[in-house]
Structure formats: structure tokens, C-alpha cells
């Protein structure tokens, strides 16, 4: 059975640091482009940023470039998001999956909340 499984989520003032995990089990990520994506209340899913799976590509949205890096750990079946200088506009839902868009046939985790409030 595939999943992936997010964590590192949570509660942070604005400027804070939270790194998030994406760990997998039933397939070899390393196989894989994985994105994170994120989802705040009212508004759409969007993407964040991807790694290619060689971890020789990665991309951001703009709206987070030079504060967050993706990275991987391909021995532990992990990509990882580390969130620096993180802003209120951050609250969402993030979510990780074996892609770079969201598309058909793509596995996806169940998320994991982050909050930036003070």
C-alpha cells in the first residue's frame, strides 16, 4: 500500500522556521518528482515547490522563493520543505506528492496544518 505521510506542521509566529517531512512507504520515491503543495481556507491548491527525483531540479512559486528549500533524502524515502521567514499568508494545508502538478494517478499525502500567527 502506498502512502505518504507529511509532518512538521504546526503553530509558528510570523518570522519563525518549520520544517515539514514528506515520508513514503510502498514505493520507491526515489523514482519520483515529488511537490509540495499547499491549500488555505477558501482558496485553491497551489503548488510550492518540486524536486526532481535526482534532486538535481528544484522549483518554488514565487511567492516563497529564497525563504523555503526542497530537498531529499532518497535513503530515507523523505523530501523535505524547510520554511524560513515564514508570513501569516502561509496558513494552509500542506501537502506532498509524487509530482510536480496536480494531475490524475498521482499519489498524495493527507497533509499536515501549518499556522503562522502571533
Known amino acids: 500500500q502506498v502512502q505518504l505521510v507529511e509532518s512538521g506542521g504546526g503553530l509558528v509566529q510570523p518570522g519563525g522556521s518549520l520544517r515539514l517531512s514528506c515520508a513514503a512507504s510502498?514505493?520507491?520515491?526515489?523514482?519520483?518528482?515529488v511537490g509540495w503543495f499547499r491549500q488555505a481556507p477558501g482558496k485553491e491548491r497551489e503548488g510550492v515547490s518540486c524536486?526532481?527525483?535526482?534532486?538535481?531540479?528544484?522549483s518554488y512559486a514565487d511567492s516563497v522563493k529564497g525563504r523555503f528549500t526542497i530537498s531529499r533524502d532518497n535513503s530515507r524515502n523523505t523530501v523535505y520543505l524547510q520554511m524560513n521567514s515564514l508570513k501569516p499568508d502561509a496558513t494552509a494545508v500542506y501537502y506532498c506528492?509524487?509530482?510536480?502538478?496536480?494531475?490524475?494517478?498521482?499519489?498524495w499525502g493527507r497533509g499536515t496544518q501549518v499556522t503562522v500567527a502571533s
Open positions: 506528492a509524487t509530482g510536480c502538478r496536480s494531475r490524475p494517478g498521482i499519489y
Open positions: 510502498g514505493l520507491p520515491l526515489d523514482a519520483y518528482a
Open positions: 524536486i526532481s527525483s535526482s534532486a538535481g531540479v528544484t
